[in-house]
T-cell receptor, first 114, second 113 residues
Framework: GDSVTQMEGPVTLSEEAFLTINCTYT??????LFWYVQYPGEGLQLLLK?????DKGSNKGFEATYRKETTSFHLEKGSVQVSDSAVYFC?????????????FGGGTRVLVKP | GAGVSQSPSNKVTEKGKDVELRCDPI?????LYWYRQSLGQGLEFLIY????????KSGLPSDRFSAERTGGSVSTLTIQRTQQEDSAVYLC???????????FGPGTRLTVL
């Protein structure tokens, strides 16, 4: 069935390193794609989104491009900071499967060391 | 206005008891979602409400789980005869429209002893 596959963590990086978190999905026709972030001790919040194919979402130095041809929405940041330590979740707007379930990726924990 | 609020923030209960979890969405948001996040796990979709339509209950893990949304606003998730495997953080989110950006509440941490 339709699904979202997200890179497993934890990912441990040093400050100023380049970060990529892969996210792919197996369905088509998503109206939007999202990345959410959960900082330690805080609730889930939107990081960025893209509303159609080839759109690029960006926020706080993070970027992700909606690649319909590769069904991917990889998250990237060129130079991470300690404050970027968090769990990142990839989410399509809709999974067009039975019941139109909403599915999040499994989450990727990122730890940035000074 | 205010964000999504949930109550209680923590709930400890004994196995076999019923619990009710409450969610107050952002005013004007037509869609409301419930998720479950177990320790170290991802998000498990439970149920959503869209406007006045019947809720999609396909994600509910068993018939012990039910939810309602009164007046298109406040929602209550009820778990009957709780089991230890129900222990998790229950998250509520709302969005202006279906599948749009979701705004999450702080969650209710449920512990079943």
């Amino acid at each position: 069935g339709d699904s979202v596959t997200q890179m497993e963590g934890p990912v441990t990086l040093s400050e100023e390193a380049f970060l990529t978190i892969n996210c792919t999905y197996t369905a088509t026709g998503y109206p939007s794609l999202f990345w959410y972030v959960q900082y330690p001790g805080e609730g889930l919040q939107l990081l960025l989104k893209a509303t159609k194919a080839d759109d690029k979402g960006s926020n706080k130095g993070f970027e992700a491009t909606y690649r319909k041809e590769t069904t991917s929405f990889h998250l990237e940041k060129g130079s991470v900071q300690v404050s970027d330590s968090a769990v990142y979740f990839c989410a399509p707007g809709i999974i067009k499967a039975a019941g139109n379930k909403l599915t999040f990726g499994g989450g990727t924990r990122v730890l940035v060391k000074p | 206005g205010a964000g999504v609020s949930q109550s209680p923030s923590n709930k400890v209960t004994e196995k076999g008891k019923d619990v009710e979890l409450r969610c107050d969405p952002i005013s004007g948001h037509t869609a409301l979602y419930w998720y479950r996040q177990s320790l170290g796990q991802g998000l498990e979709f439970l149920i959503y409400f869209q406007g006045n339509s019947a809720p999609d209950k396909s994600g509910l893990p068993s018939d012990r789980f039910s939810a309602e949304r009164t007046g298109g606003s406040v929602s209550t998730l009820t778990i009957q005869r709780t089991q230890q495997e129900d222990s998790a953080v229950y998250l509520c989110a709302s969005s202006q429209k279906w599948a749009d950006t979701q705004y999450f509440g702080p969650g209710t941490r449920l512990t079943v002893l």
